[in-house]
């Protein structure tokens, strides 16, 4: 992945609000925007140490945080007492359904989400930003419980 156009989003983002431009920031960008899939901050940060990367624990932290800030990274909510994120360079906009006993992560496109987002916020006077939609439920297939034991 070519990620030269995210770095300089970054780069222009950090000028304007008044933040550090660190090459450890922008460490923690390549790694992020290159992760397969959801990950939270410690998983992240224990990835870079594996690699013998020196950035700290809260510059993974707080650099997360700023990449969700300025949408090269999607921060997300799956009912965890975690956050995570992943990577919203160009990507499609998706929605998600979490098996609560495995922990698989499944990715879905639903159009008619959208559109419902548009006509409830068009209704209620609305600009909106962005829509989390999660769907909990267990995975019906053998791999749920091969997934749970390898946990
Ligand atoms: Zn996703
Ligand atoms: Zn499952």
Known sequence: ?????????????????????????????????????????????????????????????????????????????????KSRYESNYERKNHDHLICISCGAIKEFSEPKIEQIVEEVSKKLGYDVSGHSFNIFGKCTNENCKLNKNAK
């Open 1 to 81: 992945m070519n990620l030269s156009a995210a770095q300089e989003e970054f780069r222009q983002f950090l000028r304007k609000e008044s933040h550090r431009i660190t090459p450890e920031r922008f460490e923690v960008l390549d790694y992020a925007l290159s992760y397969e899939g959801h990950f939270g901050a410690d998983e992240l940060y224990l990835k870079m140490k594996t690699n013998n990367s020196n950035v700290s624990r809260a510059t993974v932290y707080n650099t997360l945080e700023l990449l969700a800030a300025c949408d090269l990274l999607a921060k997300r909510n799956f009912g965890e007492n």
